[in-house]
T-cell receptor, first 113, second 114 residues
Framework: GENVEQHPSTLSVQEGDSAVIKCTYS??????FPWYKQELGKRPQLIID?????GEKKDQRIAVTLNKTAKHFSLHITETQPEDSAVYFC????????????FGTGTSLTVIP | DSGVTQTPKHLITATGQRVTLRCSPR?????VYWYQQSLDQGLQFLIQ???????AKGNILERFSAQQFPDLHSELNLSSLELGDSALYFC?????????????FGPGTRLTVL
């Protein structure tokens, strides 16, 4: 099965700086890569996703990049704000196969005002 | 609001008891997933159902079982509860079958075993 590794497990940045979280996956057939943000005690919420036919996707201060050859994808948050503090999870899946999502272990991001 | 509903929101029970958690997926979603999240832990995948059939099993204990009904709602049954079963239990759903595969999470059920 798929194995998703996520680094770092904790990340502290100063407000206004950028944050980068990296994930690697093992199954070359995985072709859908979502990122979730989870605030304490709340549900994980999808913040951005990318499919394997795209190398990069941006949504305001958030971007995701995908390197299919190296089998890794990254979340980039620019101009970080205190409200970006949360746990971020990456995941990988084969689209439209009815298969499960494979999640990384999470990154706890703290933005220091 | 993701459109995925879970009941109850909170559940407090004693060791050795049995509980049932309920999930209603978003309208049109065929896949339902159950996850367990203990304090300060990641999302542990338990089990997935797709259109009424079990599709994948993760780290689900034998004391736990689940099913998906014809109307696509799902129930997770936890029996012989232990203190270590205290956790947030999330249900999520996705459409599959040619859809965008986006997975949406419900608000979770917080289970406390005393």
């Amino acid at each position: 099965g798929e194995n998703v590794e996520q680094h770092p497990s904790t990340l502290s940045v100063q407000e206004g700086d950028s944050a980068v979280i990296k994930c690697t996956y093992s199954d070359s057939a995985s072709n859908y890569f979502p990122w979730y943000k989870q605030e304490l005690g709340k549900r994980p919420q999808l913040i951005i996703d990318i499919r394997s036919n795209v190398g990069e996707k941006k949504d305001q201060r958030i971007a995701v990049t995908l390197n299919k050859t190296a089998k890794h994808f990254s979340l980039h948050i620019t101009e970080t704000q205190p409200e970006d503090s949360a746990v971020y999870f990456c995941a990988a899946k084969r689209v439209n196969t009815g298969n499960q999502f494979y999640f990384g272990t999470g990154t706890s991001l703290t933005v220091i005002p | 609001d993701s459109g995925v509903t879970q009941t109850p929101k909170h559940l407090i029970t004693a060791t050795g008891q049995r509980v049932t958690l309920r999930c209603s997926p978003r309208s049109g979603d065929l896949s339902v997933y159950w996850y367990q999240q203990s304090l300060d832990q990641g999302l542990q995948f338990l089990i997935q159902y797709y259109n009424g059939e079990e599709r994948a099993k993760g780290n689900i204990l034998e004391r736990f079982s689940a099913q998906q009904f014809p109307d696509l709602h799902s129930e997770l049954n936890l029996s012989s509860l232990e203190l270590g079963d205290s956790a947030l239990y999330f249900c999520a759903s996705s459409v599959e079958a040619g859809g965008p595969d986006t997975q949406y999470f419900g608000p979770g059920t917080r289970l406390t075993v005393l």
